[in-house]
């Protein structure tokens, strides 16, 4: 596609539940970053790809959250038993290749509300 | 700890008026320095940014910045704002020692009145 693109748009869920959050980024960007926009927060890094490999997980807040990518393409964040505090909007981003020269574009992002 | 900071977390101003927005980053060795913005409803799109050579640069809308290594500070100027730059705007830095994961000031919320 022209753009990133994630699923769904909006999300909400129950306390206790999984929620599996997905992003389809720039055709040919070989590198994947996932970030957090929450209000107390900000924007914070989750985890980076690079290929089908995370060198960085970095900013995983538990052991609940977890990310994959396959095929060097789609990435799919999961969260297991979803807490209050993991309501935020998630944003997914994609670049050419890793490293801080290159330009992330980023997708609309996956509103979650944890109930 | 690598971190940014952003001096104005919300702004207000006249269309016309003169807009600086400061940020100021923690030192952590060489630096690559962004300005995202983020227009109501939109998702977040690159304003300008600075790898090397001239401290000014100038990107879209009439935006520009300059880097001052020996203050830390990476701060946005634009001369003449109008009531469609009303946006949140982010400054945010990515550390060659790292793998390019950007690290976010809190951002600034810019309110522009007609």
């Known amino acids: 596609g022209a753009g990133v693109s994630q699923s769904p748009s909006n999300k909400v869920t129950e306390k206790g539940k999984d929620v599996e959050l997905r992003c389809d980024p720039i055709?040919?960007?070989?590198?994947l970053y996932w970030y957090r926009q929450s209000l107390g927060q900000g924007l914070e890094f989750l985890i980076y790809?690079?290929?089908?490999?995370?060198?960085?997980k970095s900013g995983l807040p538990s052991d609940r959250f977890s990310a994959e990518r396959t095929g060097g393409s789609v990435s799919t964040l999961t969260i297991q038993r979803t807490q209050q505090e993991d309501s935020a909007v998630y944003l997914c981003?994609?670049?050419?290749?890793?490293?801080?020269?290159?330009?992330?574009?980023f997708g609309a992002g996956t509103r979650l509300s944890v109930l | 700890a690598q971190s940014v900071s952003q001096h104005n977390h919300h702004v207000i101003l006249s269309e016309a008026a003169s807009l600086e927005l400061g940020c100021n980053y923690s030192?952590?060795?060489?630096?690559?320095l962004f300005w995202y913005v983020q227009y109501p409803g939109q998702h977040l799109q690159l304003l300008l940014k600075?790898?090397?050579?001239?401290?000014l640069v100038k990107g879209i809308k009439g935006f520009e910045a300059e880097f001052i290594k020996s203050k830390f500070s990476f701060n946005l100027r634009k001369p003449s704002v109008q009531w469609s730059d009303t946006a949140e705007y982010f400054c945010?830095?990515?550390?060659?020692?790292?793998?390019?994961?950007?690290?976010f000031g809190q951002g600034t919320t810019l309110q522009v009145k007609p």
């Open positions: 790809f690079q290929g089908n490999s995370a060198p960085d």
């Open positions: 981003a994609s670049s050419s290749g890793g490293g801080g020269k290159n330009i992330q574009y």
């Open positions: 945010a830095v990515t550390y060659s020692s790292n793998t390019g994961k950007l690290i």
């Open positions: 030192y952590g060795g060489t630096v690559n």
């Open positions: 055709s040919g960007h070989t590198a």
């Open positions: 600075y790898f090397s050579g001239d401290p």
